[in-house]
């Protein structure tokens, strides 16, 4: 009887072991890392505010109040103009942003000269450095018949002063703009991107079958577009819902021609920094929740963004 030989089984050499790195987990440790930080400040900032605000809507200095908070904002005679400009507002940008967007999107994704589509890309995200104040405080100026550079559309429109411009009949008509304006830039570049992932074996084959422009926008581009734009119907939403900056420099603007409550988050401000009432803003806050996440989930359904191609 011998001993067998180290590293030996029935004649055949064992191989030393070595550890093989994984590249698949590497990539997701550097993943989570990445993800990390963010992650933490959704909690600081995202998370703990949004439980605290549960807590105040429900509470009143410290004891449970049930619903007591949300019929009091109910019963607020500003509540129901201000979730009824935010409404009106909410249509409108939707529905134009939605048909613009798509539509310039498809005009420069049409664009056979790559410096006329970049160029054309670049203007329009220009106006998307700018911040939201930064933004009206530009529009002030174009909305002021007597310094305006556009003062003859103005005038021709029945626009004489400021103050007649901003009256609150054509708010929803201006915050619109402004928003486009602001943001529609970003989206375009988004939908170009979307639209660069359309196979061309597709594309060519609708050319082949005597499809034009038209017609291959509407029955290809448009469907497989459908998840990106319904993306930018949430976050649209989520920003149409937190309408502040823009009512409230008007507000000041104009010196009260646009109410300090145009809005319901001017109301939830109002509430908590003019009334000292922190529960009645937190159940503003909380409905805005509520309405947004509702109508989040239609575009998430009707969209079927999470479904896979």
Do not use: C
């Not at 928003?179 to 082949?208: H, K, T």
């Not at 990106?228 to 000041?252: D, K, N």
């Not at 529960?279 to 479904?307: D, K, M």
Request: proline share 4%.
């Amino acid at each position: 009887m011998t001993a067998p030989v180290v590293g030996q089984l029935d004649g055949r050499r064992r191989e030393p072991r070595t550890r093989r790195k994984n590249p698949n987990r590497a990539q997701s440790r550097m993943g989570y890392t990445f993800s990390a930080g963010y992650g933490i400040l959704l909690v600081l900032f995202g998370l703990v505010p949004t439980l605290y605000a549960i807590f105040l809507a429900f509470t009143d200095e410290g004891a449970f109040a049930g619903l007591d908070n949300f019929v009091r904002v109910f019963n607020d005679y500003r509540f129901w103009p201000a979730a009824q400009h935010v409404a009106v507002y909410l249509v409108i940008w939707l529905t134009f942003q939605t048909i613009f967007v798509v539509l310039l999107a498809l005009i420069v994704h049409a664009f056979g000269a790559r410096w006329l589509s970049m160029s054309t890309r670049f203007v329009y995200y220009i106006p998307g450095a700018l911040a939201g104040a930064s933004s009206v405080m530009l529009w002030l100026f174009l909305l002021d018949p007597s310094v305006s550079p556009v003062s003859g559309i103005l005038r021709a429109l029945g626009m004489d002063s400021f103050v007649e411009t901003v009256s609150i009949e054509n708010l929803p008509v201006i915050f619109t703009i402004i928003a486009f304006w602001a943001g529609a830039g970003g989206w375009i570049v988004i939908m170009y991107g979307a639209l660069n992932n359309i196979s061309q074996e597709v594309m060519e084959a609708a050319r082949v079958d005597g499809a034009g422009a038209i017609k291959t926008a509407w029955y290809i581009q448009l469907p497989l577009l459908r998840k990106w734009i319904s993306y930018m119907g949430i976050m649209t939403l989520a920003a149409g819902t937190q309408l502040f900056v823009e009512p409230r420099i008007l507000s000041q603007a104009s010196k009260g021609v646009v109410p300090a409550d145009y809005s319901l988050n001017q109301l939830a401000y109002l509430y908590a920094f003019r009334q000292n009432d922190f529960n009645g803003s937190a159940a503003i806050s909380l409905i805005l929740l509520v309405v947004a996440l509702g109508l989040a989930a239609f575009f998430v359904f009707r969209g079927g963004l999470f479904e896979r191609d």
